[in-house]
């Protein structure tokens, strides 16, 4: 989520951003023997590596989903204020009774835990966040002991940098960290960080900084903590440039928390910058991919707002997930029913997406109100199987137009196969077993309707009404394709308009086409195929940003696909387009049109069987 700190007007830009700002932190510990950090005792530590812990996709629930709808009766007392211990507690007892045995564990209590209902917030005397006494009157510590009493694990929160309430004139002390104040940890010009400029940004070259951060992860670990949501983080949560870049405190977090000897989830959001996916990596399990998913609105989510996002923005993310870090979609909403603002249809998809991508699977619903189709499909054990299973997460093997296939091959050589419609109609929409490198028979499962659907040949094709989705498993019965490569660099193909040869040390052959926009073309000659018919052509391609291409063959009708981000323009991946071929020697075009095309690779042909 984007949590809030500040009580923030609402931002909804193209994606529908939203709203808030948000902050959390830790509380008090006993004092322990004080002696001033010198450079060696910020630089010692070598931190436990991430892989250590996360080994799977995380399960559980999160508050944040219901303290910001506008739902009746969520937030009876103020914006965010179903944020209160009794509800964190029946939220627990129901995720123990209805989804811990399907592997729900995590309790994860959002910002706020520290802010009144007016949003005041409150600081022990080291400046770390101390537990609001009306929202959560036993404190954290009892809290967290309550949710492990039920075999569960215990989730809190925190904005990244030092607050600037808790700077108190820079003269707060740090805790077990003698002469260091809240004057030392931070610029001497008070330049602000966060998604929200929120808190002051820690300077890391003083070592007063690395023990503020370590009297917070001692505080959080002292009070039983399993999981911390660091917040706000940048590059990413819309802000960029010096000020925004928060790598040294995710570092320093993690330093902090491998210090304790608790092994401490640590989850980063939101919308981070996948120019820094390898610091996320090293220094953290999780990330956020996006923006928050929830509407701010008077329902959880909507399709709309941002559900739907995510088929455009997961794709760069793919590669960077694995054991030990994961791609974090947000909230998974499917079990309400009406206050999901969702349709079924929807309610399915958006699951469906969620376990293939392999993101965390931690719904924001009232666990103590879902309907039973919201149960049915957060305890599908099939599909829970392919979320926390060891295949890599899915990704498009179709370009992201409004009909999709996406896939990933398991250990056993399945595959994992889902088709979506996100158009507003209904369409109908094929998996072609060509997309997934054979061709012939296979057996097809139908993992949400726990069903056998028996053996297919070629592909197969469903009716799926508007939003809507089926997720298989495919056991290949026929043959491995074998395919007929071409370089689009080739002397044999033509450039046409700003086209031109460029290098590429990840293309197959070191070198791409690019420049295709605005009228640039690449049409590639010589494309032989024995027999005449439609061919899943894969095309390899580089595109930092999705961009669009129209395709055609032999001079023919142009149809449009729109080619997911790879990430950055160093990284190939590669997409099956449709195009009809006569017998014999073809042509195959990429013109850009009047916008900005990929730049393209290769293209493989499968060959006729």
Known sequence: ??????????????????????????????????????DGDATTATPASPATTAAKPFMGWSSWSMQSSKYPGLNPNGDYS?????????QTDALATKLKKYGYEYVNIDAGWWRNYA??????????????????????NAVADHIHSKGLKAGIYLPVGLEKEAYGGGKVPIWNAEGCTTADI????????????????????????????????RMFADWGYDFLKLDGVGPGSFKSGDNYNNVADVAAWQKAISATGRPIHLELSWSLDIGHADDWKKHSNGWRVDTDVECYCNTLVSWENSVDDRWDDTPAWTRHAGPGGWNDLDSLDVGNGEMDGLTKAERQSYAT???????????????????????SLLTNREVIAVNQGDAPPARPVTPSDPQQVWASRNQDGTYTVALFNLADRPASVTADWSTLGFTGKAAVRDLWNHENLGTHRNGITQALPAHGSRLFQ???????????????????????????????????????????????????????????????????????????????????????HTFPSTGDWSTVNSVHVPVTLKAGSNTITFD??????????????PKSS
């Open 1 to 38: 989520m984007r949590s809030p700190s500040y009580p923030v007007m609402p931002v909804r830009g193209l994606r529908s951003l939203v709203v808030l700002a948000l902050a959390a932190g830790l509380a008090t510990a006993a004092p322990a023997a004080q002696a001033r950090p010198d």
């Open 82 to 90: 179903y944020l209160t211990e009794a509800n964190v507690l029946k």
């Open 119 to 140: 949003w005041t917030p409150e600081f022990d005397e080291y400046g770390r966040q101390k537990a609001d006494p009306v929202r959560f009157p036993s404190g954290m």
């Open 186 to 217: 931070v610029y001497d010009d008070l330049r602000t960080t966060n998604g929200w400029d929120s808190a002051y940004k820690i300077d890391f070259s003083d070592p007063c900084a690395q023990k503020y951060i370590d009297s917070q992860a």
């Open 353 to 375: 997406l969620w376990a293939i991508a392999k993101s965390p699977l931690y719904t924001g619903d009232d666990v103590t109100e879902l309907d039973s189709y919201g149960l």
């Open 474 to 560: 495919v056991t290949p019965r026929g043959d491995a394709l074998t395919w007929t490569g071409i370089e689009a660099e080739s002397s044999a193909n033509t450039l046409g308009g700003n086209a031109s040869v460029a290098d590429c040390a990840a293309c197959s052959d070191g070198h791409k086409v690019g420049n295709l926009y605005t009228g640039g073309k690449l049409t590639i000659n010589n494309v032989v195929v024995d027999k005449a018919g439609t061919y899943q052509i894969k095309v390899a391609y580089v595109s930092g940003d999705a961009r669009s291409a129209d395709v055609s063959a032999n001079g023919g009708g142009a149809t449009r």
């Open 592 to 605: 850009s049109g009047s916008g900005y095309a990929p730049d393209i690779d290769r293209i493989d042909v």
